[in-house]
């Protein structure tokens, strides 16, 4: 077991990261080990309890889930299992597990420790302690003991002013309308005493001011403003009972009678009774109007005297703009009303914000992140007990541990939303449906139609109503999804129930899936125009709710996962032979962020963000082909799961061809290929690995290879990684390189206008150029980033190439951050000899360090953001060199390709940017970049004088620079002129 044994050193030694990589690697070698794959969860806990990233307790929870399977009765897995569940605050399934290994029998300290977190499984929670609570707030609130008063109340704050608002105001209104005077004098002291209370400890004056409005009857004998006051606050707590009861449309009486009564007395209130009302709006899917009155009534409310009721003002509204697909909006309201309720420490609504962020995030494909939030919400809402908040903060990690492809995680989420459902016909129905769902992706069908039947029976017992008909569309969603595989044309019909109803209540984020599971279900039973159909309606969906996210990172990944639609359509089409249609689609899947960026950049933006525009701003390959200049041809791949669609373009003709190869093939040989090219011993394998990818990739393509002098490449998924230039042909024997000027495009439409923007920016004058070096960056912010010498010689021997008339060259401290936005856009060429920092979590954080010098906050750290770039406009650059590592490389989106600092440059309105896909030595860097600008000095254009770069490599007198490793990280991204000036 020397993987185990090299992975428990690292851990020792505190380098978690060490051990999972030893540990990876060693169930490649042994997938069924139960011993390593235990031993992968005890490190993806130690790592957790080290970064506090809680997608390590997930990662940790799928493989002791899995070394539990492998080995039922092996204690390490079991320990592991049930440490995970507790640490995840999966309090049910958490017993259950140490429960498990405590049947195992003792061992020594661990089952002590079992024991232990047993005891603290069933330590009182928040709802419990405060029902017992109660009474002595009551009784020392009525008897004037203001201290001892004063810390229950601090301690339950949320449950006091509930208690407050929809009881004792409730009671006093009962007494009032029945006659019992001396219920009515101690109901409206509590009142007063609690919201005076309320008011001093965390300013929330509603109780407070409500008792006021009584009082103020009081004083004036006003016996039908105090019945009306009664009345009013009669119907708002018969309202709240009945829309717990899921009587929706009895509730909105209510309330409405409430809000009529409160008003006439000036009461504040009928605000209370008016946001229930915005609520029943909401649930009965009438979402303009509960917005409406939602604005109204945001309007008018006093924030700081009533913050509970603001921040649960804001929060509908963000659900409200989340049901419409307004993401972006609907996180603000959510963050606004989390610091409302952090201010106010109402510890259930804070978990309640905790998961709605957590869930929108999610919807916009932020899965990791999602877990930061989500965690914060099972925690809190574990500890406050029985809250609704935990349910839903379960069911989005289900959900999400779905989408990342752990189903398993997701079971062990979703037996404890069984669990906690427990009697209640609404929650219960649901978690069935659920988990049925995930069986049925376990390959589990007895347990699906278990579940399922288990839960029409549930459904059952569920009052009549919206919640009652989405549940039901829900049972019907279930219902089609498991026929699909088993029966397709069986499908359709519950499908279609589900998306009228999801229509109907405004649930848009649904329908686009259910678009594409009818189309499969449809072409299953051969009907390929009804799935095409669906396909096109599924399309059109996904791209209103893409333009109706307001923040460009979350409508990428919103948009990514729309993506295997566009998919499903361009195989469609190829196999009916549509192949224009096919890359009508293809194009129109492809970079609709970076090309929105790269219009508003060059003032070409159209006000109208609608997809009629983005649709019409996609070029057609017929278009495409005019536009490209001669002796230049265009490959545009499309990688499915079973195949990959290639379209070869040129001026003269049109190829199009099917590979036999699919996505998981491909990510395996693109990754071993990157491995071997960076491996001096494993020479072998990557001329292997080389030729294998040349001969599937583009041997098909040999006759239009040999017409072309510059091939542009538009990749897809992992072929965005796939150094081209480094492929061998096996007929000659030699690199791409040596027969081709390459260079890289995210989309044939984005090339076309590169191209277009590249030509405008020409001038026939000699060229302007700004070279920055060596920058003098701050050593505190990176550490351990070292100095770039070479850079900086470098940048000084480019000195020589050009005029010093139209060359400007800061190096060290003058290489500022300030002087670059300044600077940069009124050059040509500008070349960067610096680091490139990359952050694979978080693309628009990547970074250029430079030097701090002097400026306003915010620049003074030197730190220039891919952020900051896409801002920029470069009204006369036409080529960026980014002449430092890993500048091109970045995290692979599924619909806009890979999100490197090169892509920032694209965004910003540079045709073309040289950047490097992997580390290379400084000073071969500075060699190879030297010789770059050389040939552009002497006129040749940016693609040729790379391709000669390359090649002075390959061919020159220092045979070690020949190796690919050294010049195949190069690469052109975008569009530039291919005939010399």
Same mark, same amino acid.
């Given at each position: 077991?020397?993987?185990?044994?090299?992975?428990?050193?690292?851990?020792?030694?505190?380098?978690?990261?060490?051990?999972?990589?030893?540990?990876?690697?060693?169930?490649?070698?042994?997938?069924?080990?139960?011993?390593?794959?235990?031993?992968?969860?005890?490190?993806?806990?130690?790592?957790?309890?080290?970064?506090?990233?809680?997608?390590?307790?997930?990662?940790? !929870?799928?493989?002791?889930?899995?070394?539990?399977?492998?080995?039922?009765?092996?204690?390490?897995?079991?320990?592991?299992?049930?440490?995970?569940?507790?640490?995840?605050?999966?309090?049910?399934?958490?017993?259950?597990?140490?429960?498990?290994?405590?049947?195992?029998?003792?061992?020594?300290?661990?089952?002590?420790?079992?024991?232990?977190?047993?005891?603290?499984?069933?330590?009182?929670?928040?709802?419990?302690?405060?029902?017992?609570?109660?009474?002595?707030?009551?009784?020392?609130?009525?008897?004037?003991?203001?201290?001892?008063?004063?810390?229950?109340?601090?301690?339950?704050?949320?449950?006091?002013?509930?208690?407050?608002?929809?009881?004792?105001?409730?009671?006093?209104?009962?007494?009032?309308?029945?006659?019992?005077?001396?219920?009515?004098?101690?109901? !409206?002291?509590?009142?007063?005493?609690?919201?005076?209370?309320?008011?001093?400890?965390?300013?929330?004056?509603?109780?407070?001011?409500?008792?006021?409005?009584?009082?103020?009857?009081?004083?004036?004998?006003?016996?039908?403003?105090?019945?009306?006051?009664?009345?009013?606050?009669?119907?708002?707590?018969?309202?709240?009972?009945?829309?717990?009861?899921?009587?929706?449309?009895?509730?909105?009486?209510?309330?409405?009678?409430?809000?009529?009564?409160?008003?006439?007395?000036?009461?504040?209130?009928?605000?209370?009774?008016?946001?229930?009302?915005?609520?029943?709006?909401?649930?009965?899917?009438?979402?303009?109007?509960?917005?409406?009155?939602?604005?109204?009534?945001?309007?008018?409310?006093?924030?700081?005297?009533?913050?509970?009721?603001?921040?649960?003002?804001?929060?509908?509204?963000?659900?409200?703009?989340?049901?419409?697909?307004?993401?972006?909006?609907?996180?603000?309201?959510?963050?606004?009303?989390?610091?409302?309720?952090?201010?106010?420490?109402?510890?259930?609504?804070?978990?309640?914000?905790?998961?709605?962020?957590?869930?929108?995030?999610?919807?916009?494909?932020?899965?990791?992140?999602?877990?930061?939030?989500?965690?914060?919400?099972?925690?809190?809402?574990?500890?406050?007990?029985?809250?609704?908040?935990?349910?839903?903060?379960?069911?989005?990690?289900?959900?999400?541990?779905?989408?990342?492809?752990?189903?398993?995680?997701?079971?062990?989420?979703?037996?404890?939303?069984?669990?906690?459902?427990?009697?209640?016909?609404?929650?219960?129905?649901?978690?069935?449906?659920?988990?049925?769902?995930?069986?049925?992706?376990?390959?589990?069908?007895?347990?699906?139609?278990?579940?399922?039947?288990?839960?029409?029976?549930?459904?059952?017992?569920?009052?009549?109503?919206?919640?009652? @008909?989405?549940?039901?569309?829900?049972?019907?969603?279930?219902?089609?999804?498991?026929?699909?595989?088993?029966?397709?044309?069986?499908?359709?019909?519950?499908?279609?129930?589900?998306?009228?109803?999801?229509?109907?209540?405004?649930?848009?984020?649904?329908?686009?899936?259910?678009?594409?599971?009818?189309?499969?279900?449809?072409?299953?039973?051969?009907?390929?125009?009804?799935?095409?159909?669906?396909?096109?309606?599924?399309?059109?969906?996904?791209?209103?709710?893409?333009?109706?996210?307001?923040?460009?990172?979350?409508?990428?990944?919103?948009?990514?996962?729309?993506?295997?639609?566009?998919?499903?359509?361009?195989?469609?089409?190829?196999?009916?032979?549509?192949?224009?249609?096919?890359?009508?689609?293809?194009?129109?899947?492809?970079?609709?962020?970076?090309?929105?960026?790269?219009?508003?950049?060059?003032?070409?933006?159209?006000?109208?963000?609608?997809?009629?525009?983005?649709?019409?701003?996609?070029?057609?390959?017929?278009?495409?082909?005019?536009?490209?200049?001669?002796?230049?041809?265009?490959?545009?791949?499309?990688?499915?799961?079973?195949?990959?669609?290639?379209?070869?373009?040129?001026?003269?003709?049109?190829?199009?061809? !099917?590979?036999?190869?699919?996505?998981?093939?491909?990510?395996?040989?693109?990754?071993?290929?990157?491995?071997?090219?960076?491996?001096?011993?494993?020479?072998?394998?990557?001329?292997?690995?080389?030729?294998?990818?040349?001969?599937?990739?583009?041997?098909?393509?040999?006759?239009?290879?040999?017409?072309?002098?510059?091939?542009?490449?538009?990749?897809?998924?992992?072929?965005?990684?796939?150094?081209?230039?480094?492929?061998?042909?096996?007929?000659?024997?030699?690199?791409?390189?040596?027969?081709?000027?390459?260079?890289?495009?995210?989309?044939?439409?984005?090339?076309?206008?590169?191209?277009?923007?590249?030509?405008?920016?020409?001038?026939?004058?000699?060229?302007?150029?700004?070279?920055?070096?060596?920058?003098?960056?701050?050593?505190?912010?990176?550490?351990?980033?070292?100095?770039?010498?070479?850079?900086?010689?470098?940048?000084?021997?480019?000195?020589?190439?050009?005029?010093?008339?139209?060359?400007?060259?800061?190096?060290?401290?003058?290489?500022?951050?300030?002087?670059?936005?300044?600077?940069?856009?009124?050059?040509?060429?500008?070349?960067?000899?610096?680091?490139?920092?990359?952050?694979?979590?978080?693309?628009?954080?990547?970074?250029?360090?430079?030097?701090?010098?002097?400026?306003?906050?915010?620049?003074?750290?030197?730190?220039?953001?891919?952020?900051?770039?896409? @801002?920029?406009?470069?009204?006369?650059?036409?080529?960026?060199?980014?002449?430092?590592?890993?500048?091109?490389?970045?995290?692979?989106?599924?619909?806009?390709?890979?999100?490197? !600092?090169?892509?920032?440059?694209?965004?910003?309105?540079?045709?073309?940017?040289?950047?490097?896909?992997?580390?290379?030595?400084?000073?071969?860097?500075?060699?190879?970049?030297?010789?770059?600008?050389?040939?552009?000095?002497?006129?040749?254009?940016?693609?040729?004088?790379?391709?000669?770069?390359?090649?002075?490599?390959?061919?020159?007198?220092?045979?070690?620079?020949?190796?690919?490793?050294?010049?195949?990280?190069?690469?052109?991204?975008?569009?530039?002129?291919?005939?010399?000036?």
């Amino acid at each position: 077991m020397r993987f185990a044994d090299r992975a428990l050193a690292s851990l020792l030694d505190r380098r978690p990261v060490d051990a999972i990589l030893a540990l990876s690697h060693g169930l490649k070698l042994q997938p069924g080990s139960a011993l390593l794959t235990s031993d992968l969860a005890a490190t993806y806990i130690a790592r957790y309890e080290q970064r506090g990233d809680p997608f390590d307790l997930i990662l940790a !929870l799928d493989a002791s889930n899995r070394s539990v399977q492998l080995a039922p009765t092996f204690r390490e897995a079991r320990f592991n299992q049930a440490l995970t569940l507790d640490l995840l605050h999966l309090g049910q399934q958490a017993v259950v597990a140490w429960q498990e290994y405590q049947q195992l029998g003792p061992d020594g300290g661990w089952s002590q420790e079992a024991a232990a977190q047993l005891v603290g499984l069933r330590s009182e929670t928040d709802k419990k302690s405060w029902l017992q609570a109660r009474e002595r707030l009551r009784s020392a609130a009525l008897k004037g003991e203001h201290a001892a008063a004063r810390i229950l109340v601090d301690r339950f704050r949320q449950f006091v002013r509930l208690y407050a608002e929809e009881e004792v105001l409730n009671d006093w209104a009962l007494a009032v309308s029945e006659g019992r005077s001396a219920d009515v004098r101690e109901a !409206l002291q509590l009142a007063k005493e609690l919201g005076d209370l309320l008011a001093e400890v965390n300013g929330e004056s509603m109780v407070r001011d409500s008792v006021a409005a009584i009082s103020r009857a009081e004083r004036a004998g006003d016996q039908r403003a105090l019945a009306r006051l009664a009345a009013g606050h009669k119907a708002y707590a018969e309202g709240v009972k009945r829309f717990g009861q899921t009587i929706d449309r009895e509730a909105s009486d209510k309330f409405q009678e409430a809000f009529d009564q409160l008003r006439q007395e000036r009461s504040p209130f009928q605000d209370w009774a008016a946001y229930r009302l915005a609520f029943c709006h909401f649930y009965r899917g009438e979402i303009p109007k509960a917005l409406e009155d939602l604005g109204q009534l945001a309007g008018r409310l006093d924030v700081a005297r009533y913050p509970a009721l603001s921040g649960r003002v804001h929060t509908l509204m963000g659900m409200a703009n989340a049901r419409s697909a307004n993401l972006g909006v609907s996180l603000k309201f959510y963050r606004t009303a989390l610091a409302e309720f952090e201010a106010l420490a109402e510890r259930e609504h804070i978990a309640g914000l905790h998961f709605m962020i957590a869930e929108n995030l999610r919807l916009l494909g932020e899965l990791k992140e999602s877990w930061h939030h989500r965690h914060e919400a099972l925690a809190i809402g574990n500890q406050v007990g029985g809250s609704i908040f935990y349910y839903n903060s379960l069911l989005d990690g289900a959900e999400t541990a779905l989408r990342q492809g752990l189903p398993d995680v997701a079971l062990s989420f979703q037996n404890e939303m069984v669990t906690f459902a427990g009697a209640d016909p609404l929650l219960s129905t649901e978690s069935l449906i659920r988990r049925s769902r995930t069986y049925g992706r376990l390959g589990r069908p007895d347990a699906v139609d278990r579940d399922l039947e288990i839960a029409r029976i549930s459904l059952g017992k569920v009052p009549v109503g919206e919640r009652h @008909q989405r549940l039901e569309a829900d049972l019907e969603f279930a219902r089609g999804e498991s026929l699909l595989l088993r029966e397709p044309r069986a499908a359709i019909e519950p499908l279609n129930r589900a998306l009228e109803v999801y229509r109907r209540h405004g649930e848009y984020f649904r329908m686009p899936g259910i678009y594409q599971m009818q189309a499969h279900a449809r072409m299953a039973t051969g009907d390929a125009l009804g799935s095409e159909e669906n396909l096109r309606v599924g399309i059109a969906e996904s791209e209103r709710q893409r333009e109706s996210v307001d923040e460009d990172a979350l409508r990428v990944t919103y948009f990514d996962q729309a993506h295997p639609i566009f998919d499903d359509m361009v195989s469609l089409l190829v196999d009916r032979g549509d192949w224009d249609g096919a890359f009508r689609f293809a194009e129109r899947s492809r970079t609709r962020n970076l090309l929105e960026a790269f219009d508003r950049s060059n003032g070409t933006e159209s006000r109208d963000r609608t997809d009629s525009r983005i649709a019409a701003g996609t070029l057609e390959a017929a278009e495409i082909r005019k536009r490209l200049p001669e002796g230049v041809g265009l490959i545009e791949f499309v990688v499915l799961d079973r195949k990959v669609v290639v379209w070869f373009l040129s001026r003269g003709s049109t190829r199009m061809v !099917l590979l036999p190869v699919g996505r998981n093939w491909l990510e395996e040989k693109v990754a071993a290929l990157r491995e071997s090219i960076l491996d001096p011993a494993d020479s072998k394998s990557f001329v292997d690995a080389s030729q294998e990818l040349f001969r599937v990739l583009l041997t098909p393509l040999e006759a239009q290879l040999d017409h072309s002098q510059v091939l542009v490449i538009v990749p897809d998924k992992s072929l965005n990684l796939l150094p081209f230039a480094a492929l061998i042909d096996p007929r000659k024997g030699e690199y791409l390189v040596q027969s081709h000027a390459i260079s890289l495009s995210p989309s044939a439409t984005l090339y076309a206008r590169a191209l277009e923007r590249a030509r405008r920016l020409h001038t026939a004058g000699p060229e302007r150029a700004l070279v920055m070096g060596d920058p003098d960056f701050d050593r505190d912010i990176f550490p351990s980033l070292p100095r770039l010498d070479d850079a900086r010689v470098e940048a000084q021997a480019l000195a020589s190439l050009y005029d010093s008339k139209n060359f400007k060259l800061l190096l060290g401290a003058e290489a500022t951050k300030a002087a670059f936005l300044k600077e940069a856009p009124g050059f040509a060429i500008v070349h960067l000899g610096s680091h490139a920092v990359v952050n694979d979590q978080y693309p628009l954080l990547s970074a250029i360090p430079l030097a701090p010098g002097e400026g306003a906050e915010g620049r003074g750290s030197g730190v220039l953001y891919a952020r900051e770039i896409y @801002q920029m406009q470069f009204t006369r650059t036409w080529l960026v060199v980014l002449a430092s590592c890993e500048s091109g490389l970045g995290p692979v989106s599924e619909s806009e390709g890979e999100f490197s !600092l090169a892509r920032a440059f694209l965004g910003a309105g540079v045709p073309a940017v040289v950047s490097s896909s992997w580390s290379v030595n400084d000073r071969v860097a500075s060699q190879f970049f030297f010789s770059f600008h050389r040939s552009l000095t002497q006129g040749q254009d940016a693609l040729t004088a790379l391709r000669s770069a390359q090649l002075s490599f390959l061919h020159g007198r220092d045979e070690s620079l020949a190796a690919p490793k050294h010049w195949a990280a190069f690469q052109l991204i975008g569009g530039t002129l291919v005939e010399n000036k």
